[in-house]
């Protein structure tokens, strides 16, 4: 037992604390804790989700798999793919113009070299408005994009919109569910114990 105990608590001491800053999407943001990623472990973090969506990717179109996992999805959801939807700056929120309005699913997609992966899934009632306020995934790209770049990586992180969904929040928040735990974003809550996640807040 005490050794299960070092051990998580080893565990925990390898997790990182998030950190707040003025200006979320700024470079002038100062770290509480390093993230002390090398390249290599960012790639291996990286190459395993990756590998998973391209799964999920390449068989949208397979019965089986609809079923297992879209069991209770109405038929027009199943074969959502974010990497087809268009992208849209991750800063869009700045702009007074509106890019979309009403309700919506949104994915926030990263591409690093030729591969792309999403790295949150959520819905909104008001697609034109949800990022103009608070919003925690800000905060965890401003991480994510603050470690990149300690270790030189160049990424791309944009935001696609898709936007037949279901008005009632019920619905959407169900789809939601379905959405996140078939392509396994690692910075929703439900999949950060899957990637260990450390861009993230506990």
Request: proline content about 2%; overall charge positive.
């Amino acid at each position: 037992m005490e050794d299960q105990n070092k051990n998580k608590n080893s565990y925990k001491n390898k997790q990182f604390e998030l950190f707040r800053c003025e200006e979320i999407f700024g470079s002038n943001c100062n770290l509480t804790k390093n993230i002390n990623h090398s390249q290599n472990s960012y790639l291996d973090w990286r190459e395993k989700i990756y590998r998973h969506q391209l799964f999920i990717r390449n068989n949208l179109s397979g019965l089986s798999l609809q079923k297992s996992l879209f069991a209770n999805v109405e038929e027009k959801f199943r074969n959502i793919n974010p990497f087809l939807l268009s992208s849209v700056s991750i800063n869009f929120w700045r702009s007074n113009k509106i890019i979309h309005k009403g309700p919506a699913m949104y994915f926030v997609i990263d591409k690093l070299n030729n591969s792309e992966i999403i790295l949150y899934i959520g819905e909104t009632n008001s697609a034109d408005n949800r990022w103009k306020g608070d919003h925690d995934c800000k905060i965890y790209i401003n991480n994510y994009k603050e470690s990149l770049s300690e270790n030189n990586f160049k990424s791309h992180i944009d935001i696609r919109f898709y936007l037949d969904v279901p008005k009632e929040i019920k619905f959407r928040r169900k789809l939601e569910q379905q959405l996140i735990y078939l392509w396994l974003p690692p910075f929703n809550k439900e999949t950060r114990n899957r990637w260990a996640t450390t861009f993230t807040t506990k």
